[in-house]
């Protein structure tokens, strides 16, 4: 039995007045994706729990079956897993923004200006990175460069419970009263800090302002957390697997669970990304894995973006491209089962993530869903799933028991 689970993220949505109370998953021309919903079973599933952040990390560990409450523990290690930093037991990782941060005329209030520091160069990231090792970095303290504004500090024999803001959410506000809190406030503040001084002289600001560029003038530290300590996927579930994302955090999950990561030439995590590459590599993987884990960001961009024609194309193009081709190229390895879902709804109204339940759909060849519950009687595709009478209603890390073991059968 060969298994694929499709994400469209942030797919799912909210009914809109532009769109005459449709959701863009009900607007848009989707037949792949209802046929999988109207034939097989589905049901609405909690991929982001209360007390954790609404992060898409968050919800595709759920997704793979692995209870985010007992084994999440930030948002950095993953992109650390990702980028090839070896994380060991005790050490935390930070996510390090390079960040504008705006003055007022005396300084006495400062404003988060840009969270990405006019989305800086890698080059110029990696000289600021490099310095900032040699005047704040220590046996304990490491920054690691990564793309462009995103780049990571490792803290060995760390302390990971201080309570950090993303910068994101912070646009235009005063950083006062978002700085670090918490046990440990005073270290990371001062390293916050400490990287101002160093930044703001530095030659590539200098150039930076110049040019009439925003200057990456200070660090912002957030999305700690430890090695994430998963139990190998194919332990829990009997099954080699492999993943096909284009996104860091997808692929520092797949790393961290012991999937392969199956890297597509053109994936770009956006509306232009080579959707039908996507497809045809997971169909390729199936040669040596029971399972991929196919992980398309476009949707998820669009909803932040507040395009509804963006996300409906998104969508249309994720149907045709990556489900259907899926769909077409499946029987040829035999008997199968796909699950498809988004990982959370990344509502248009709201432009951000929300703890919204979502519709999933499994679909099995010869009618085998691997699910003892009856069929919700689906007509399509969309979140109306969730309100169905009699629906699969789950917590999503239990669908991978339901989906590849029929364990209730
Ligand atoms: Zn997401």
Redesign the pocket.
């Known amino acids: 039995m060969k298994y694929v689970i499709l994400i469209g ?2 797919m799912a949505d909210r009914p809109l007045a532009q769109l005459g109370g449709k959701t863009p998953l009900q607007a848009a021309f989707t037949p792949n994706m209802d046929k999988i919903a109207r034939e097989g079973v589905a049901g609405a599933a909690r991929t982001l729990p209360e007390g954790l952040p609404n ?2 990390d968050v ?2 560990l759920s997704i793979l079956g692995y209870d985010p409450a007992k084994y999440y523990t930030g948002r950095a290690p993953l992109e650390a897993a990702s980028m090839g930093i070896p994380l060991k037991t005790g050490d935390v990782a930070f996510r390090c923004n390079f960040v504008t941060l705006r003055y007022n005329k005396d300084r006495t209030k400062i404003y988060m200006e840009d969270h990405s520091a006019g989305q800086i160069s890698a080059e110029e990231g990696r000289l600021l990175i490099k310095d900032l090792n040699r005047e704040l970095g220590n046996d304990a303290l490491k920054f690691y460069p990564g793309v462009s504004y995103r780049n990571l500090l490792l803290w060995s024999g760390g302390d990971a419970s201080v309570d950090c803001t993303p910068p994101h959410d912070i646009l235009g506000k005063e950083i006062a009263h978002y700085l670090p809190q918490g046990a440990k406030e005073d270290f990371v503040r001062r390293l916050m800090l400490a990287s101002v001084d160093i930044l703001e002289r530095h030659p590539v600001n200098k150039k930076r302002i110049a040019e009439g560029k925003r200057p990456a003038n200070s660090i912002w530290l957030w999305g700690q957390g430890g090695k994430p300590e998963l139990p190998p996927f194919s332990k829990l579930y009997g099954l080699k697997g492999a993943m096909v994302s284009a996104v860091d955090l997808a692929k520092g999950l797949a790393i961290s669970a012991g999937l392969k990561v199956i890297d597509v030439p053109g994936a770009t995590g956006w509306l232009d990304t080579n959707y039908a590459g996507k497809a045809e590599y997971a169909l390729q993987a199936l040669e040596e894995s029971d399972l991929v884990y196919i992980h398309v960001e476009a949707p ?1 961009e669009a909803g932040h973006e507040g395009s509804i024609e963006h996300k409906i194309k998104a969508i249309e193009d994720f149907d045709a491209l990556v489900v259907g081709t899926v769909m077409r190229g499946l029987p040829e390895w035999g008997s199968f089962r796909v699950l498809l879902m ?3 709804a ?1 509502p248009i109204e709201i432009r951000t ?1 929300a703890k919204d339940p979502v519709p999933f759909a499994v679909y099995g060849s010869g009618g085998n869903h691997g699910w003892g519950a009856p069929p919700a009687l689906a007509a399509g595709y969309d979140e109306s799933i969730t309100k169905l009478e009699g629906a699969l209603r789950i917590d999503a890390h239990r669908i991978m028991e339901h989906f590849v073991e029929g364990r209730f059968e």
Do not use: M
């Open positions: 993220d942030g992060g898409s919800a595709n998820d988004p990982d959370h990344t993530h």
